[in-house]
Each structure stands twice: as structure tokens, then as C-alpha cells.
């Protein structure tokens, strides 16, 4: 089941004039052969051993595994919070190894968009405030900023709370703000760590239609780490790490579960 | 370690060459700054206090001296014997004078010192409550020298409402306990104030560079914190 989904993999060098087909595949992360190895006193740790795989431009990813399967190792990986040992990420076709603490900023302000189990608004900031700051470090005018940030946060439905605090929003609304956040430089990723993982049944649920909404309507790739099975109704491929490796990869039509069964308390 | 690179490895679909350009601007910055200090007025204060302190009590001895010698160099029989009754001042005897100078310098640097720990404590911990809130900037795309920026303005702020408060203070305390030993009317005036307005440009130097240089070592904890830690689940 699994073999049959895997994409053969393109050469590396693609030609300078690219297809349409290969311009609509275009690989947004592409990890090489990645190892992750810890070292803790006398022990070594091997968190991932060898993991190669491609996400393409607007595709809406799950990566799922237990705990200390090497899942968040992978994640941060790409990420671009964390390092390989050994072997390449490239996450737009650039390698990320290569990347200087200037040019990872950049990537992290304007490439990517980060969402969090923990919501992590900053507590001092507005809504809006949460939502301009990564412009502001883009270089984005207060003004410009302003506009952009209300408008983000009426996609996300709380065009009529800018001016709350993270503390007086309740859990789903706080997660909305980090939506709107993370689309803030119109990123060409968006990751999510567990971004249901705080929530209740219902208000995930919200949170998983926006992020699919925002998929389909903006074309951003959305790549989560969760366990929560709802997410992969909403996910075109889901891939299994275990042991720090891809265990295997299905496509939503492959799933067993059928889409519309799951998250029925939202109807 | 700096190895060059080919440019072409660096191109981003849509923005050509990257470089330094992240920025966040200075009014920006102080506008965080102010809006965290706001929020956290409780620990805010506690910061405060301890700048609040050393300044006044480094104003009160300045004053103290001032209005001493203020009176020595008047040079009259009466308020020479209630020198010496009073602030146990012997305006014959030199060395004592110079004694009890040493005495207060010392006093001095280490209410200094231990105000400089005290401000060093608070910065830190207030660091520590942050750690989530500063991987997550650096997940937003925040250099290392934004964090710095926004941990130093803060200190620099609080240490200039601090010393601004504590001057005050420490004048009026010291002002009011020499005036009912000697009489407010015995000072001669013109000279006190243009002492007094040095004492408080010694104060203003002092406070801000005592929270600079206290908010260092924390900034730059700050500073290298690594943006992962955004994503721990505790804290």
C-alpha cells in the first residue's frame, strides 16, 4: 500500500526550464539522508536515522509517530531550528547547514511560519501587535503592517479582538492570533507543532478547517506534527516516523479512514 | 569560519539575495520595551526599587557632604561648635574629616555593589519567565542583537526612572534632617544648589550605568537562547 505512494524521486539537478508538472511538484523541503545523532556523556543518541523524503509546494502534510520516534527531531530539522548531523535539508532548495545566523533569520521571518502547541503569543503584545511583529522584522512600515495584520485576523475570525491581549482570549482564539501570526509574511511553509494538541474536541477541530482553509485558499504548504487523528482527515499525505526513520508514507485516499467520520461534533 | 559562499546557492525563489535583512527598528524597540515593563509591573518594580535605593542612598550622602562642607566654609564660631556636637565634625582636625570621608566612600561602592547584584538578580529571572517568549521571536525571525537591543532598553529605562526617583529621595531626606540639626537658613544657597545639580548628574551617570551594566550578563543569556526552546511544552 505504502510502496505505491512514494514519488520516484527527480534528479537533483533539475533543468534550468521546468515543465508546468514539475513546477506544481515543486519540492518546498527535501531532506537528504538525515541523521540526528545525540551525544550524552558516553552514550550516543541516534534520533534519526537516515530519513529522505519531499514535501511539495501546497501540500498539506502530518507527520506522525510516538513519542521519542525522532518526529520532533525531523520537525525542527525543517524547521530550520535545529541542524543535521549528517546528510542535507534544503527547504526551498536551499541547504540549510549553509545558512548563516542572518540568512536563518530570514528564512525563519519570511519563509516560514510557525505555529505552536503552547500557542506562544507573547504575553505583553495585542493580537494585532503578535500579528505585525514578524512583519516589523521583515522591514514591513507600521501602516502596511496595520492593515495586513487586521486583515489576517478577520480571516481567522477575530477581526473584532485586535486589541486583546493573549490572556483574555480563550484557548481556540489564542491559536487563531498564531494562525494569522504565521501567515504574517506569506510564508511558503507553515509548521505546526501539535497545534490541536492543547485544544478541546470542537475547537481543534475549528483550528484544523482554518489551517485547510488557508492550504487551499493560499496555496501555503502546511506541514504538522500531532497525534491527533482528526488532523489526518485533513492531511493529503501522512508520513510515519518510527525509530527515527519513515516507516511509511499514505496518501489520504490510501487512509482507512474516511473523511467526514471524523470531527462530526463540528456539523 | 566565515566560508564563502556562491550566491547562487543563496537564491530564494522570490527575493534574490539575502543578507541583513532583518530589522527592528528603534522606536519599535522601545515601544516592546515600554509595553513589557507595563505589563510586568510587578517584577518591573521590584528592579526599580533596588536602583531606587542605591541612588538615593548614594544622593543622600553626596548631599550630606556637600552641606557639610557648605557649613565648614562659612567659617563661624557657632556653627563650627555645633559641627562637632551634631555631625561630630572637628573642622580643626583634618584627618578626621579625611577619616570619615574613606568611611563613607566605602559605604559607597558596596550599597553600589550589592544594589549592582540585586538588579543583576531580578534582569535574570525575568529572563528565565521569558525564555518561551524569546524563542519564540527567534522563531519570528529576531537576531541575536534584537534580543540584546530590547533586555538593554528595558534595563536603561528602568534605570533612569529609578535614579530619577531615587534622587529626590535622597536629597530631601538628608536636606530635612541637616535643616532641623542646623536651621534651613544657616546653608548659604548659591553654592549648595550648583553643587547639588553635580550631585544629581553623579546620580543620573551612576544609576543608568549601574542597570546597563547589570542587564548584560542577562541579555546576553537571552541572547543565545536557542529558538527550539519556543517549542518545549513546559516551561
Redo the contacts between chains.
Keep these: 500500500m505504502a510502496k505505491n505512494n512514494q514519488k520516484t524521486v527527480q534528479s537533483d539537478n533539475q533543468p534550468a526550464t521546468q515543465t508546468a508538472a514539475e513546477q506544481i511538484n515543486h519540492a518546498i523541503v527535501r531532506s537528504r539522508n538525515v541523521k540526528k545523532i545525540y551525544t550524552m556523556g558516553a552514550e550516543t543518541v541516534e534520533a534519526l536515522r537516515g530519513v529522505t523524503l519531499e514535501i511539495y509546494q501546497g501540500e498539506y502534510i502530518s507527520i506522525m509517530g510516538p513519542s521519542g520516534s525522532g518526529k520532533?527531531t525531523f520537525f525542527?530539522m525543517i524547521g530550520g531550528?535545529?541542524k543535521p548531523s549528517e546528510g542535507q535539508v534544503f527547504i526551498?532548495?536551499?541547504?540549510i547547514a549553509?545558512l548563516?545566523?542572518?540568512?536563518l533569520?530570514?528564512?525563519?521571518?519570511?519563509?516560514i511560519g510557525?505555529i505552536?502547541?503552547?500557542f506562544?503569543?507573547?504575553?505583553?503584545?495585542s493580537a494585532l501587535?503578535n500579528v505585525t511583529?514578524?512583519m516589523?522584522?521583515?522591514?514591513m512600515t507600521?501602516d502596511e503592517a496595520r492593515d495586513k495584520g487586521a486583515e489576517l485576523l478577520g480571516k481567522v475570525g477575530l477581526g473584532t479582538r485586535l486589541q486583546h491581549?493573549p490572556f483574555e482570549l480563550s484557548g481556540g482564539q489564542q491559536q487563531r492570533v498564531a494562525i494569522a501570526?504565521s501567515l504574517a509574511n506569506d510564508p511558503?511553509i507553515i509548521l505546526a507543532?501539535e497545534p490541536t494538541?492543547n485544544l478541546d474536541l470542537k475547537t481543534g477541530t475549528e483550528i484544523i478547517e482554518i489551517l485547510k482553509k488557508m492550504n487551499k485558499e493560499m496555496g501555503v504548504t502546511i506541514i504538522t506534527a500531532t497525534h491527533d487523528h482528526k488532523m489526518l482527515a485533513a492531511s493529503d499525505r501522512v508520513i510515519w516516523i518510527r525509530d527515527g526513520q519513515v516507516e511509511r508514507i499514505e496518501r489520504r485516499e490510501d487512509l482507512q479512514i474516511q473523511v467526514g467520520t471524523i470531527g462530526g461534533e463540528a456539523e | 569560519m566565515?566560508q564563502p559562499?556562491e550566491p547562487d546557492?543563496?537564491?530564494?525563489?522570490d527575493?534574490g539575495r539575502?543578507?541583513?535583512?532583518?530589522?527592528?527598528?528603534w522606536n519599535?524597540s522601545i515601544e516592546?520595551c515600554v509595553?513589557?515593563i507595563?505589563?510586568?509591573l510587578g517584577r518591573s518594580i521590584v528592579t526599580l526599587l533596588g536602583i531606587v535605593l542605591a541612588i538615593a542612598f548614594l544622593m543622600s550622602i553626596l548631599t550630606n557632604r556637600v552641606m557639610i562642607d557648605n557649613l565648614v566654609a562659612q567659617n563661624d564660631e557657632n556653627i563650627t561648635l555645633l559641627l562637632q556636637v551634631k555631625a561630630g565634625v572637628d573642622v580643626h582636625d583634618a584627618t578626621s574629616v579625611e577619616h570619615k570621608r574613606q568611611q563613607d566612600m566605602w559605604l559607597l561602592t558596596l550599597s553600589m555593589l550589592v544594589a549592582l547584584v540585586g538588579i543583576v538578580n531580578s534582569m535574570l529571572m525575568s529572563v528565565t519567565e521569558r525564555f518561551?517568549?524569546i524563542?519564540?521571536?527567534?522563531?519570528?525571525?529576531?537576531?541575536?542583537a534584537?534580543i540584546v537591543r530590547l533586555f538593554f532598553i528595558e534595563s536603561t529605562i528602568q534605570g533612569v526612572v529609578g535614579t530619577l526617583i531615587g534622587i529626590p529621595i535622597g536629597f530631601m531626606l538628608t536636606y530635612v534632617r541637616m535643616g532641623i540639626s542646623f536651621g534651613f537658613g544657616t546653608f548659604d544657597y548659591a553654592p549648595l544648589l550648583g553643587w547639588t545639580a553635580i550631585n544629581i548628574a553623579i546620580c543620573l551617570v551612576i544609576g543608568t550605568f549601574l542597570a546597563v551594566v547589570a542587564a548584560w550578563w542577562p541579555a546576553r543569556t537571552a541572547a543565545q537562547m536557542?529558538?527550539?526552546e519556543?517549542?518545549r511544552?513546559e516551561e
Design positions: 520532533s525542527n531550528l535545529d526551498d532548495e536551499v541547504d549553509q548563516d545566523a542572518y540568512e533569520a530570514w528564512l525563519r521571518c519570511r519563509k510557525y505552536f502547541q503552547t506562544n503569543l507573547i504575553p505583553v503584545m501587535e511583529l514578524p516589523v522584522f521583515g522591514g507600521s491581549r501570526r511558503a507543532d494538541g | 566565515a559562499k546557492k543563496l537564491l530564494f525563489t527575493r539575502i543578507g541583513k535583512q532583518v530589522v527592528l527598528p519599535k516592546i509595553g513589557s507595563k505589563t510586568r518561551r517568549e524563542g519564540t521571536m527567534k522563531c519570528l525571525g529576531a537576531l541575536d534584537f536557542q529558538p527550539v519556543a517549542m511544552v
